[in-house]
């Protein structure tokens, strides 16, 4: 790994040195530290210390990467164009049980090759590579020592949404309402909504489906690769978008109704209406779960071996209401996790089946209520709100 | 489509967590999900309802991928979308504005 990171550094130098570091962070730092030095008297140890405490520094190195990117950009942005996809970010890090720091990166790399073609439906095929992960120089200094690279391919289908406008008159028309809307302060005024309604005559929403398959193929490990495991699964989605609030599928989500009901009550809508663009988004999962680090589960079946696993989630999130500047959304979700073929002692422990169910009331100034029932399971625990109660953050 | 209730002005600071698809309590797949959907339905309008075309170099892939990076990240602002979609669309007489 140290050779990798050597390596990595000296094609930066290199690339940086090659008479076109100008006039930037790292020229400033090397003269501010040569006019701090000159002309006083300073021991070895003293010297030692202050070079110590500049390469110690994570954002020197920060400023070592910017300049290499924009460098690489500017030289030759096809060559190097891969690094936009790479985000790479110098920090500090820090072992729980030691006061010591130590220097490090984290990175996030994500590239997509994406086909769409369209006849009946317009289907998408993304086919991707994404990693992320923290390396420390120092390895036991890693607080977080897990790196994941992941491959997945996705072949989504989408239906429906909007009516195809070929008049230019209409596109005019609609470019003129929107410049009018643009300059309006109160969007519920009668002004708004009537211009709101004449662009919706225009613009003729429809309903929209959603529906995709998406195998997966996870490597997760420890920074040096001493550690690994490979995590496969397959994620199918559905989804449906009822965007004309007349429309029999916006109709369909009941789920909508006391919060329709709400938006009456309070003026935010003048009459009672269901919103389609609503309705609760879907998830089935089969996953392959490797255990590591669940020590309850290893102390029940004496080992860390995988299992398949069948997960259900649904989602939902709703508007509720415009109180001054204030916007108040209703947010719930759902997940179901099923051992298939579990274990007696498994089962018996009342691990086989969890269930988790959260919801919240949020708005967009930070004030948040929420209530969670069930419990997430091990590896998915990273994601749970809150406990069994009620919470109230202010 | 029942994402925003604010005026021109105040729409270009609001967060991508403040948009009615963004939902925090879901699992990322399910938001990268419904950004997805989203996406799609974002091209459907600018293509098929406004008459919008793709500038050069860019095409549905690209654009949906784009979109969906933004509509992903809770930290995003819609003025971020906009510019997004500013480079990857040419709306109709938009060389004349």
Redesign the interface.
């Known amino acids: 790994m140290k050779k990798i990171i050597v390596f990595i550094f000296a094609c930066i130098i290199n690339f940086c040195a090659q008479g076109q570091l100008k006039n930037n962070d790292m020229t400033g730092l090397v003269k501010s530290l040569a006019n701090g030095i000159h002309g006083k008297k300073f021991s070895g140890e003293e010297i030692k210390k202050i070079v110590n405490g500049i390469i110690t520094d994570p954002e020197l190195y920060n400023d070592f990467w910017k300049n290499f990117l924009d460098l690489a950009f500017v030289k030759d942005s096809k060559k190097f164009n891969f690094l936009r996809d790479l985000n790479i970010k110098f920090k500090p890090f820090q072992a729980e049980d030691t006061s010591v720091t130590g220097l490090g990166f984290s990175y996030d790399f994500k590239f997509d090759f994406a086909k769409y073609t369209e006849n009946k439906s317009r289907i998408s095929q993304d086919l991707g590579f994404t990693a992320n992960g923290n390396v420390a120089f120092k390895k036991k200094l890693n607080p977080n020592d897990f790196l994941e690279s992941k491959f997945h391919y996705t072949l989504s289908f989408f239906k429906g949404g909007v009516i195809e406008n070929t008049d230019t008159a209409v596109f005019i028309l609609l470019n003129d309402l929107e410049d009018k809307l643009a300059s309006l302060k109160d969007m519920q005024s009668p002004e708004a909504m009537a211009l709101r309604e004449e662009f919706g005559r225009h613009l003729v929403l429809t309903d929209q489906y959603y529906y995709s398959v998406a195998p997966k193929f996870a490597l997760e490990s420890n920074q040096d690769f001493t550690k690994k495991q490979f995590t496969p699964g397959v994620i199918i989605g559905f989804g449906a978008k009822g965007w004309n609030t007349k429309s029999t599928l916006s109709k369909l989500n009941v789920l909508d109704y006391p919060f329709a009901l709400l938006r009456l009550l309070t003026g935010t809508d003048r009459k009672f209406t269901p919103y389609g663009s609503t309705l609760p988004a879907i998830q089935l999962a089969f996953d392959y779960v490797i255990p590591t680090g669940d020590a309850v589960r290893k102390q029940l079946v004496n080992n860390s071996d995988p299992f398949p696993r069948f997960k259900f989630e649904a989602g939902f999130r709703t508007f509720i209401s415009r109180i001054r500047k204030e916007n108040i959304f209703f947010n719930a979700d759902f997940r179901y996790y099923n051992e298939l073929n579990a274990k007696d002692v498994i089962k018996n422990a009342d691990l086989a089946t969890q269930t988790y169910f959260v919801m919240a009331l949020q708005s967009t100034t930070g004030m948040y209520v929420s209530y969670a029932n069930g419990k997430l399971p091990f590896d998915a625990r990273k994601d749970e709100v809150y406990s069994i109660g009620f919470n109230y953050k202010f | 489509?029942?994402?925003l209730?604010?005026?021109?002005?105040?729409s270009g600071d609001?967060r991508m967590s403040?948009l009615?698809?963004?939902?925090?309590?879901?699992?990322a797949?399910?938001?990268q999900?419904?950004a997805?959907?989203i996406a799609?339905?974002l091209d459907?309008?600018f293509r098929?309802?406004?008459?919008a075309k793709f500038e050069e170099g860019v095409?549905?892939?690209?654009a949906?991928?784009s979109m969906i990076q933004v509509l992903t990240d809770e930290d995003k602002l819609v003025k971020d979308l906009a510019e997004i979609v500013d480079g990857a669309y040419r709306?109709?007489?938009e060389t004349e504005?």
């Open positions: 489509m029942n994402q209730v604010t005026n021109f002005e105040e609001l403040d009615t698809f963004f939902n925090n309590l879901s699992s797949d399910l938001r999900q419904e997805s959907v799609d339905q459907n309008i098929l309802g406004r008459g095409d549905r892939a690209g949906m991928d709306f109709f007489r504005n």
